[in-house]
Every structure is written in C-alpha cells, then in structure tokens.
C-alpha cells in the first residue's frame, strides 16, 4: 500500500514468474535465480545471503511480492527479530538506525534486497554514520532531471478499481478519508509515496497558532488575522 510508485513495475516481474513457477516448490526458477545471483546484484542485501548459504526461500516463502513487502518483512524479523529487539542489538549506535522516533517502519524502508540500501532516516537527517549504508550507496539525492519518458511503456499487470483516490497519508489524506467513510463512501484507496505513511502532520508537535489572542493582549502585543496571513504567505 504504501509503494504505489514501484508497486506495479514489481508485480509485472513477479506475476508473470508466478505462473512459470507454479508447480515448483522453489518461489522462483533457476533462471531467475542465477540473474539475481550474479553481476552487480551480488552486492547487495540479497546477495550477502545467498552467501552464506540461505537461497531465496530464506526471504521469499512465495513468488508473489505485495506493493508493501509486508510477507518478505515478516521473514527478517523472524531471523533477526523486531525493529524493537534490533533498536536493543545497536543500541551503542548514535543515532541508533532501529529506534525510530516515526513510528513502525518495516525493514525494507532501509535495508532493500537487490538494489542500494538507504537509511530512511537520510531523508531528513544528515547523520555522517547513516549517510551510507554497508550494502547501500551515499545520501540519495533527489534528482529532477530524470526521463520519465522510460515509463510510459509499461503496463500495469494488476487494475484496481476505486470510487474515491486519496493520495498522501498526512492530516488532509486520513482526515478526507474519515469524512467519506463517514459520509458513506465504501471503497476507497489512499496511496502514500514514501515508505513510511504520516508525511509532516507525524512531525508536527501539536502547537496551535492563533492571532491576536488575550495572551498577545497581555503581553501588549498588536497581532490580527491579516497580519498572520501576510507572515505565513510570506513563509
Ligand atoms: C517538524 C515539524 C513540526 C511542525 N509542528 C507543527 C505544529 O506544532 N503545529 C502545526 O499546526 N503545524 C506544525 N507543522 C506543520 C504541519 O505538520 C503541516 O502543515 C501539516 O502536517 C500538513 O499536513 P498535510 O496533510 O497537508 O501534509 P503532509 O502531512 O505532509 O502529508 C502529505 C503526504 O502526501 C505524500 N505525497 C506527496 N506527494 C505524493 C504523491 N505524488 N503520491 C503519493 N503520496 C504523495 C507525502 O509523502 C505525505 O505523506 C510542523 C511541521 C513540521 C515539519
Ligand atoms: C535478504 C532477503 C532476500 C533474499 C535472500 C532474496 N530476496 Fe528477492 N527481494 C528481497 C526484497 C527486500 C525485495 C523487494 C525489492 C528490493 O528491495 O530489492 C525483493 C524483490 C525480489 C523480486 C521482485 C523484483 C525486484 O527485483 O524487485 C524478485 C523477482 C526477487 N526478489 C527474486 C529473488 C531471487 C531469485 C532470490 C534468490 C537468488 C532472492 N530474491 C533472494 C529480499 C530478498
Ligand atoms: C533465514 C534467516 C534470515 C533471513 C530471513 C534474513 N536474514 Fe539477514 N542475515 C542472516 C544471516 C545468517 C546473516 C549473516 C550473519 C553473520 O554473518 O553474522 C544475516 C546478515 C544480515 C545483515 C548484515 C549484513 C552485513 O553485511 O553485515 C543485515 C543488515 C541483514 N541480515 C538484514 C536482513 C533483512 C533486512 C532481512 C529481510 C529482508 C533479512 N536480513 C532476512 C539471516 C537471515
Ligand atoms: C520526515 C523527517 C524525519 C525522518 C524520516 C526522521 N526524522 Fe528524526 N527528526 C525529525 C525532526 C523534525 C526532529 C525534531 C527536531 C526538533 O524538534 O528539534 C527529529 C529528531 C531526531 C533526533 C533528536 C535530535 C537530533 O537531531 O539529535 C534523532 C536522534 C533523530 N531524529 C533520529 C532519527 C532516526 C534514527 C531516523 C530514522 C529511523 C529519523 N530520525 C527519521 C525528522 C525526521
Ligand atoms: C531506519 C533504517 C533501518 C531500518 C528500518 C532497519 N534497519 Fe537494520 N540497519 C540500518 C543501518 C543504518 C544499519 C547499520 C549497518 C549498515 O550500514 O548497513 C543496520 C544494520 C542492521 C543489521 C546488522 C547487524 C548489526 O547488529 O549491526 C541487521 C541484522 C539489521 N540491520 C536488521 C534489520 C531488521 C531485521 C530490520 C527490521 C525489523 C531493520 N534492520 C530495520 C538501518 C535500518
């Protein structure tokens, strides 16, 4: 649910291994296996393990991957444990890269499994030890010069069909989702980019901004709700 972004150039690869695969006990073919085992993708996470001797079953039990890798997630955590008990593993870590003060994050936010890691974290921090991952690559940044045009040829394999379409998992997106469940909408869909669902709204710290209040008053402030305006556009 929340990589919409990638969620469909994934289940292209993995339906159609899907039906190659079905009478096989391994999630994936050998063929396939052999690909994600050699060349540049023997550096990554994935990789690391097939090394010591764990095959694609250790992370993949079936050959279907869901938009949000919650059954792959599911098998790191059996292994190695919670993001809980691994915030306790590197707890001698600053930051310690498993204590999240953003909620629940699944392993997959950082650690990825056949491409560059990237600490989730980086996104808004600069932490020098999280900057690069040890299967990862240096501090994303955002690049805005992208052809886009490569994905105009692909073809989603999967279809969903919704009356209403939120998009962004912040105070706006879950709030317009409350209302229109509450306003008898049944099926709706809300997509979020970022690994991690609440946006800024997860952020903010609760405070209230008001203008000209009794407060300001005592303080012999001069405030209004102009003024505000004019500041806050002005930000
Ligand atoms: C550190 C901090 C502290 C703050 N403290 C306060 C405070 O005390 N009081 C206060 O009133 N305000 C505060 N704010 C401001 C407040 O958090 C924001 O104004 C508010 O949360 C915005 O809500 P939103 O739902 O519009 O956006 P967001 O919560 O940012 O949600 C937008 C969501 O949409 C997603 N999105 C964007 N584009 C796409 C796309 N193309 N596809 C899918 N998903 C997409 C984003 O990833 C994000 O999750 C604070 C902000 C910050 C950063
Ligand atoms: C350490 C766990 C792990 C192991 C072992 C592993 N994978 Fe993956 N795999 C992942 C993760 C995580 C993803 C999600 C995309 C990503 O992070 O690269 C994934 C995604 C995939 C996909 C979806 C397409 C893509 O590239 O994203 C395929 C196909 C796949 N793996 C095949 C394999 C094969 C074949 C093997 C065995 C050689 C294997 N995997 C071993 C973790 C693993
Ligand atoms: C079947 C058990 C198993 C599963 C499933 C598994 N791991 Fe591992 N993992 C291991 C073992 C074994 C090692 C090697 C430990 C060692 O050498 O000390 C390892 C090593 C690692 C390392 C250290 C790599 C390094 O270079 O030091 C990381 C990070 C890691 N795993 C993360 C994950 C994540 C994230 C997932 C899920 C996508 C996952 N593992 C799934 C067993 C597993
Ligand atoms: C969406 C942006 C965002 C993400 C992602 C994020 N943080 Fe933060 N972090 C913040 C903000 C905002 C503060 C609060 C700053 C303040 O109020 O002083 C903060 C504060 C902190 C602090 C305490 C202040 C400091 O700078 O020492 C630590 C430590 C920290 N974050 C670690 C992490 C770690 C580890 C991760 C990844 C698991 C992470 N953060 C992910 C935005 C983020
Ligand atoms: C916010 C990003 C983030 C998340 C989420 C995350 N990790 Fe990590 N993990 C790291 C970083 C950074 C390291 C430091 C080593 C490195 O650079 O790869 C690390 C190291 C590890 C190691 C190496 C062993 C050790 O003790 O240092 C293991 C195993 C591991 N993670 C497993 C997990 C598992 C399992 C989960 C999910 C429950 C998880 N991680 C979630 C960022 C993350």
Redesign the pocket.
């Known amino acids: 649910m929340f990589k919409p972004s990638v969620g469909y150039v994934l289940m292209a690869g993995v339906l159609s291994f899907a039906f190659i695969n079905a009478a096989s006990a391994e999630p994936f073919n050998a063929d396939l296996s052999r690909q994600y085992m050699s060349g540049d993708k023997v550096a990554y996470l994935a990789g690391v393990h097939t090394k010591k001797g764990l095959d694609c079953a250790a992370c993949h039990t079936t050959n279907v991957i869901s938009d949000s890798e919650t059954e792959i997630n599911k098998q790191c955590a059996i292994c190695h444990g919670s993001l809980e008990q691994m915030g306790t593993k590197t707890s001698s870590q600053t930051?310690?890269?498993h204590?999240?003060?953003?909620g629940q994050?699944q392993c997959t936010a950082c650690h990825s499994g056949h491409v560059p890691s990237v600490?989730?974290?980086t996104?808004?921090?600069d932490?020098p030890t999280?900057n690069k991952m040890k299967q990862g690559v240096t501090r994303l940044k955002a690049k805005f010069t992208d052809d886009l045009s490569k994905y105009e040829e692909l073809k989603p394999v999967k279809i969903e069909k919704t009356d209403l379409l939120i998009v962004g998992s912040g105070a706006a997106g879950f709030t317009a989702s409350m209302a229109a469940r509450e306003a008898g909408v049944k099926n709706l869909i809300m997509i979020e980019k970022m690994a991690?669902p609440g946006g800024?709204s997860q952020?903010a710290?609760g405070g209230m901004n008001a203008a000209g209040t009794k407060f300001q008053k005592q303080a012999g402030i001069e405030d209004n709700p102009q003024l505000m305006f004019d500041d806050t556009m002005k930000g």
């Open positions: 930051p310690n890269p204590k999240s003060h953003i994050m600490a989730y974290c996104n808004c921090h932490f999280l991690v800024n952020l710290a």
